[in-house]
């Protein structure tokens, strides 16, 4: 009896823990979503402005979380190792060009451009895992990935000009990802030292802007100050919840939530910000959605596929199930 109700209290804790993953993972792709709405409040700012408080108010805020919760260890071992510190360095730079790109476009225009790159990053991630880290592809990714360089001819014709908002904020996420991949910090950790590497540029910026006479910052009022800090906390909450929900729900169940971000910013886009949408974008982001479509299919096939063939090894009594693995940086 005893035994029956730790088993029961044990499945209880797991079902709450996975339910406290998934409200976290909403909450962060739901926050990244609606993100698009938060920029303008920002004016008369500009990008680059915006750009550098955001670099600033991150560090201020992450570095107080990281003091609250006492998590430096990392920091001096990091420091120990140029390799790792040259890749956070790359990484930080890459955010950097992304962040900008984002909040321009956002204050110019281009919410639904902005939010097809987002679309488009997973495939430019297998693309570039095929180029640079010479991955082997399924059919279905070959499909997918083919299907996606579809998708970007008919919308350089559709918008008469590449996407480069587009392809410059998938490219950009995409190295990013790889420099975190081989970094292997956790987010929070992650972001700390981007920032700190970011944070004295960032500052010098906006001092150099203020000495000029043109910063917002003290000319706008208290309301436009408390807006400029909160972009730490706009680039903090988010992380923070998606750490959450890393360590409590599936990579599969990840990747399917990544989607939300890009598809609140696309209807934001369209009935928030009302942006044309001709026909020819609507083909051209249906041929995307297609090929993600191929994606998420051949991933969620191919995990199911691997946990049935450990089950059987399980069950046949296997000390160490053989699973058939195949190289792949779908989701």
């Given at each position: 009896?005893?035994?029956?109700?730790?088993?029961?209290?044990?499945?209880?804790?797991?079902?709450?823990?996975?339910?406290?993953?998934?409200?976290?993972?909403?909450?962060?792709?739901?926050?990244?979503?609606?993100v698009?709405?938060?920029?303008?409040?920002?004016?008369?700012?500009?990008?680059?402005?915006?750009?550098?408080?955001?670099?600033?108010?991150?560090?201020?805020?992450?570095?107080?979380?990281?003091?609250?919760?006492?998590?430096?260890a990392?920091?001096?071992?990091?420091?120990?190792?140029?390799?790792?510190?040259?890749?956070?360095?790359?990484?930080?730079?890459?955010?950097?060009?992304?962040?900008?790109?984002?909040i321009?476009?956002?204050?110019?225009?281009?919410?639904?451009?902005?939010?097809?790159?987002?679309?488009?990053?997973?495939l430019?991630?297998?693309?570039?895992?095929?180029?640079?880290?010479k991955?082997?592809?399924?059919?279905?990714?070959?499909?997918?990935?083919?299907?996606?360089?579809?998708?970007?001819?008919v919308?350089?014709v559709?918008?008469?000009?590449?996407?480069?908002?587009?392809?410059?904020?998938?490219?950009?996420?995409?190295?990013?990802?790889?420099?975190?991949?081989?970094v292997?910090?956790?987010?929070?950790?992650?972001?700390?030292?981007?920032t700190a590497?970011?944070?004295?540029?960032?500052?010098?910026?906006?001092?150099?802007?203020?000495a000029?006479?043109?910063?917002?910052?003290?000319?706008?009022?208290?309301?436009?100050?408390?807006?400029?800090?909160?972009?730490?906390?706009?680039?903090?909450?988010?992380?923070?919840?998606?750490?959450?929900?890393a360590?409590?729900?599936?990579?599969?169940?990840?990747?399917?939530?990544?989607?939300?971000?890009?598809?609140?910013?696309?209807?934001?886009?369209?009935?928030?910000?009302?942006?044309?949408?001709?026909?020819?974008?609507?083909a051209?982001?249906?041929?995307?959605?297609?090929?993600?479509?191929?994606?998420t299919?051949?991933a969620?096939?191919?995990?199911?596929?691997?946990?049935?063939?450990?089950?059987?090894?399980?069950?046949?009594?296997?000390?160490?199930?053989?699973?058939?693995?195949?190289?792949?940086?779908?989701?």
């Amino acid at each position: 009896m005893s035994g029956t109700s730790n088993g029961d209290s044990k499945h209880e804790d797991l079902r709450g823990e996975s339910r406290i993953g998934l409200l976290n993972g909403f909450a962060a792709y739901g926050m990244w979503g609606l993100v698009p709405v938060f920029w303008p409040l920002l004016k008369p700012a500009g990008a680059m402005e915006i750009l550098a408080h955001r670099m600033t108010w991150s560090l201020v805020f992450v570095a107080a979380a990281l003091l609250f919760v006492r998590r430096w260890a990392w920091a001096g071992e990091l420091l120990r190792q140029p390799r790792r510190l040259g890749l956070v360095s790359v990484a930080a730079a890459v955010i950097t060009v992304n962040w900008g790109v984002y909040i321009w476009a956002v204050n110019s225009g281009h919410v639904v451009e902005a939010s097809l790159g987002y679309f488009i990053n997973p495939l430019v991630t297998i693309a570039m895992g095929v180029l640079l880290l010479k991955e082997r592809l399924r059919p279905a990714q070959w499909a997918a990935v083919a299907t996606g360089a579809a998708a970007v001819i008919v919308l350089t014709v559709g918008y008469g000009r590449p996407p480069w908002v587009s392809l410059c904020l998938a490219f950009s996420f995409a190295t990013y990802g790889l420099a975190k991949k081989k970094v292997n910090l956790g987010g929070v950790e992650s972001l700390a030292a981007e920032t700190a590497v970011l944070f004295l540029p960032a500052l010098g910026f906006l001092l150099w802007l203020g000495a000029r006479g043109e910063a917002t910052f003290a000319t706008e009022g208290a309301g436009h100050v408390l807006l400029l800090a909160a972009t730490g906390l706009v680039t903090a909450v988010p992380l923070v919840c998606f750490g959450a929900a890393a360590i409590r729900v599936p990579l599969s169940t990840l990747g399917l939530l990544q989607y939300l971000a890009p598809v609140f910013q696309f209807l934001l886009g369209i009935l928030y910000f009302h942006e044309a949408m001709p026909p020819e974008r609507w083909a051209g982001f249906a041929l995307v959605w297609l090929a993600l479509t191929l994606l998420t299919w051949d991933a969620l096939r191919t995990a199911h596929r691997n946990a049935r063939a450990l089950r059987a090894g399980i069950e046949t009594g296997s000390r160490t199930p053989v699973v058939k693995t195949e190289t792949s940086t779908g989701a």
